[in-house]
């Protein structure tokens, strides 16, 4: 994957994602279908996943907070909705799902989405994050991404602060499901100790060398912290939509 497919990714499925009159549902698999028009690859399902929600909830339009709105998003999703998200799931073919005994990503659901994502919560941030109302993004991802915009500004240094606080506070669960327990937690130890460093100082861009040194030895072997990546994203998304 290159910069550039993330780029082309978010172009082609912006309009779907954020068409007013679509079901969760609908919004979440025309999204993966106009991306996948460009690229061949996964590139944006767990993106897709968290920022659909929200942009739900905005289109409510209750005069409630996003927060608020949210919590009635999720609580009212169908099995209708369900399906089209385990259709979409299947079209952008996300990586290391395995089979699970309940509501398996390969069959055909009758339960709900919100219930499909309070069986999978355990092992899946993003489904974690459909289970919790978003409590991880609102309650520390949030927090840290405004003191960090406070602190350095709207840049990048904020940015990497916030993906280094979230990959040294929860184990991927991207890597969990390729690489296994003690691999995440491993990548969270590395992160730690980096991020103690980058967040407590006042000149970032000191330790942009380190970054890159940690980038790549996950390069190297092959490990990619995709679900840290995602929340990332939600994240910026729900703090510019507030």
């Known amino acids: 994957m290159h910069a550039d497919d993330f780029i082309n990714s978010a172009m082609a499925c912006a309009a779907a994602i954020c068409a007013p009159h679509s079901s969760l549902g609908e919004r979440i698999l025309c999204a993966v279908k106009e991306t996948r028009k460009v690229v061949s690859m996964n590139t944006n399902l767990g993106i897709i996943l968290l920022c659909a929600p929200l942009i739900q909830a905005v289109y409510l ?33 996300a990586g290391g799902l395995g089979q699970v005994a309940e509501a398996d ?13 309070k069986l999978a919560h355990r092992r899946d941030l993003i489904a974690a994050q459909y289970a919790n109302n ?43 499901r390729k690489r296994g327990e003690a691999a995440a937690q491993e990548v969270c130890d590395l992160a730690s100790a980096l991020y103690e460093k980058y967040c407590c100082g006042d000149k970032p861009e000191r330790l942009d060398i380190r970054l890159l040194e940690l980038d790549r030895k996950l390069k190297d072997r092959d490990i990619n912290p995709g679900t840290t990546a995602d929340l990332t994203v939600a994240t910026i998304f729900l703090v510019a939509l507030e």
Do not use: C
């Open 61 to 93: 339009n209750n005069k409630q907070s996003i927060r608020q709105s949210l919590q009635q998003v999720l609580a009212n999703t169908t099995v209708d909705d369900a399906r089209r998200v385990y259709t979409a799931i299947r079209l952008a073919e």
């Open 105 to 117: 990503i390969s069959t055909h659901p009758d339960i709900s989405l919100l219930e499909a994502m």
């Open 134 to 176: 978003y409590q991880d993004i609102f309650d520390d991802a949030r927090l840290a991404l405004l003191e960090f915009y406070s602190k350095w500004g709207y840049n990048h240094f904020s940015v990497s602060g916030l993906y280094m606080k979230l990959l040294a506070s929860y184990p991927d669960s991207l890597i969990i």
